[in-house]
């Protein structure tokens, strides 16, 4: 059997990680400044996260939701605290789809409505609705496509108005991205996120906040929304929550009620996910990384608004985008088998940066000499 062919594969084999850095199969050292889409929060394979994970294991590494598990009880204490939000509650699940497939589907429980706002460019998820609200028609199936999910521009607020002033009765959420990713690292401004929030409470709708990758401390701030100082009726997660095991959740503001049924998951929650979870909390309170993950990334963002062919460099933390011209549009590739630094992309000639929490300010350094180096001789190459 093969396997099937849905991404596209660059020829590294990982072996070996540690911190910020990874090690192939041939015994070369990268700088990984992508952290696997946002996940690796913590740094790779760090010492705690190995210890919980391990104890946990060799106790007992899965029953069901059909039992009692204070492991998701620490959990969710260890969240609320470190969230600022302990009146909130969590459900567990394992992918930021299905954090977002739940939240709206919730959401529609709650004010028993159907219409979904979302805006352009959003990425939500691969699952039914998740997708149907992600702005890429590409990766809809005609069996996801539906009339209930409206797409308004990003960071309109005068559109926005508009819609809710004629449907504001029909909608069910509005969900978005605090920092979009797949869309390029365009940040939400504070003015939008207040609008929403104000819109969704004069017409009894729930916001849901993304935070599946611009949440658990990448910002500088534990959610994204923070920065515009508003609380969200649901908060998703995932990406960083388990440092690379699959875990997700989202919080539910109290107003928000459940019962049995409404939602549910076979593999939410388990007893190794919420040691995972839990080690990741651990560490970021004692390392300090969502404080590291604002002055790295604001000197991160400061260096590189000094090399003149980068433009439209933005983003907050350590989720940082910039743009290049035409003659750069190879410097991503060249980075990663050249330079040896793992970076991601957004189309058309987007680098986005999603390091590990902990990046230390020298592991900064070498991507800036190596991105000016490689610029450097790009250009000596493209020389008639």
Excluded at 34 to 63: C, E, M, W
Excluded at 116 to 128: C, E, L, N
Excluded at 237 to 250: D, L, Q
């Amino acid at each position: 059997m093969k396997l099937f062919d849905v991404y596209p594969i660059n020829d590294i084999t990982i072996v070996k990680a540690k911190g910020s850095y990874v090690w192939d199969d041939q015994g070369q050292q990268y700088l990984d400044l992508y952290g696997g889409h946002a996940v690796i929060s913590i740094g790779h394979t760090h010492p705690h996260y190995v210890q919980r994970i391990t104890d946990q294991l060799n106790k007992v590494g899965f029953y069901s939701n059909s039992i009692h598990i204070p492991l998701q009880e620490e959990l969710a204490d260890k969240l609320g605290k470190l969230s600022s939000r302990p009146e909130y509650r969590l459900f567990l699940c394992n992918s930021g789809a299905e954090a977002n497939e739940n939240a709206l589907k919730l959401a529609s429980f709650h004010n028993g409505r159907k219409k979904v706002v979302a805006f352009s460019k959003s990425f939500h998820g691969r699952t039914s609705l998740a997708v149907a609200a992600t702005d890429n028609p590409a990766i809809v199936a005609p069996v996801n496509q539906t009339d209930n999910v409206v797409f308004l521009p990003f960071n309109d607020e005068a559109a926005l108005g508009a819609y809710f002033t004629r449907h504001g009765e029909e909608v069910s959420s509005v969900i978005v991205e605090g920092i979009q990713g797949v869309g390029g690292i365009s940040e939400a401004s504070a003015g939008f996120l207040r609008a929403i929030s104000r819109l969704c409470k004069e017409h009894g709708a729930v916001f849901i906040a993304d935070s599946v990758q611009c949440g658990y401390g990448r910002s500088g701030k534990f959610f994204s929304q923070d920065h515009a100082g508003v609380d969200a009726d649901i908060y998703t997660m995932a990406k960083g929550m388990g440092n690379g095991f699959p875990v997700a959740g989202i919080i539910i503001a109290p107003h928000l009620q459940g019962k049995h049924g409404m939602l549910g998951t076979t593999f939410g929650g388990n007893h190794l996910a919420c040691a995972a979870a839990l080690a990741v909390l651990e560490v970021m309170e004692r390392e300090q990384l969502i404080a590291n993950a604002a002055q790295v990334g604001d000197y991160l963002m400061t260096e590189l608004r000094k090399i003149p062919q980068l433009t439209r460099v933005r983003g907050k933390g350590l989720m940082i985008g910039f743009d290049l011209p035409d003659e750069l549009k190879e410097l991503r590739k060249n980075l990663l088998f050249k330079q040896r630094i793992f970076t991601g992309e957004a189309r058309p000639n987007t680098i986005r940066l999603l390091p590990s929490l902990a990046l230390r300010r020298k592991d900064a350094d070498a991507f800036l000499d190596s991105i000016q180096e490689e610029i450097h001789a790009m250009a000596l190459n493209t020389q008639p």
